[in-house]
């Protein structure tokens, strides 16, 4: 059974930065794609970085040159480093993977950017 545990998040002022991981099991880690997701409230939950199994990384325009994913193999776990932190970055973070044909997530960690 796949199991995702995020932690890490916070709350952080305008400009600082975060670190958040996902530690993962009952999954071949080293074999999978990794994403990371976040929903605001009232807003769809969007993706915001993923990493592939080749450490090919993707960021959407909104977090591109703040975010930055990167993955351990052998620790089963998945990282989200975050900086220049701005306050419509506050959301539920989540980690997640898929294994078709159904999508894994986890139970989320808060992230509040505000001064």
């Known amino acids: 059974q796949v199991h995702l545990v995020e932690s890490g998040g916070g709350l952080v002022q305008p400009g600082g930065s975060l670190r958040l991981s996902c530690a993962a099991s009952?999954?071949?880690?080293?074999?999978?794609?990794m994403d990371w997701y976040r929903q605001a409230p009232g807003k769809q939950r969007e993706a915001v970085a993923t990493?592939?199994?080749?450490?090919?990384?993707y960021y959407p325009d909104s977090v591109k040159g703040r975010f930055t994913i990167s993955r351990d193999n052998a620790k089963n776990t998945v990282y989200l480093e975050m900086s220049s932190l701005r306050p419509e970055d506050t959301a539920v973070y989540y980690c997640?993977?898929?294994?078709?044909?159904?999508?894994?997530w986890g139970q989320g960690t808060q992230v509040t950017v505000s001064s």
């Open positions: 997640s993977t898929e294994r078709r044909p159904l999508r894994y």
């Open positions: 009952g999954i071949v880690f080293g074999i999978i794609t």
């Open positions: 990493i592939t199994p080749g450490f090919r990384t």
